[in-house]
């Protein structure tokens, strides 16, 4: 199945969120939300928490201070999944769930609860 939405470069992408444009970020949320919330229903992390930190994160994508386009030394789509981990650290800590996030690439974590027992570490890449 293809889809008719247009291509943006990296630097396209960051100039649509500085915009600060409602119809600019929801090219930014309808391309991306279902990316998000598929690498965090993919952690392991439950439907509820999952929407509840895509809502989180793009708020926090919405007030972040977005890198200028000529500066940034990653990947727009890197820079959401290091806002959506930040939201994640976020979101756990205000529940009062205790955790431990290794960090081996933007793009790829391992979330272990601290919290239950006999809880596995969950291993997400996404590439």
């Not at 439907?47 to 708020?59: H, M, N, P, R, V």
């Not at 959401?80 to 650290?89: A, P, V």
């Not at 976020?90 to 205790?98: D, H």
């Amino acid at each position: 199945m293809t889809t008719n939405r247009p291509l943006y470069s990296d630097t396209e992408l960051f100039l649509l969120i500085q915009s600060k444009e409602r119809k600019q970020f929801e090219i930014i949320y309808d391309t991306y939300s279902p990316i998000i919330y598929g690498f965090m229903i993919h952690s392991g992390l439950s439907e509820k928490y999952s929407e509840d930190i895509l809502q989180q994160t793009f708020i926090a994508m919405w007030n972040h201070s977005v890198p200028m386009p000529s500066n940034h030394k990653m990947s727009f789509l890197n820079w959401i999944f290091y806002l959506t981990t930040d939201s994640i650290k976020t979101y756990l800590q205000t529940n009062n769930r205790t955790f431990i996030i290794n960090y081996k690439s933007y793009a790829s974590i391992s979330v272990e609860f601290t919290d239950v027992s006999d809880s596995p570490s969950v291993h997400v890449c996404i590439a």
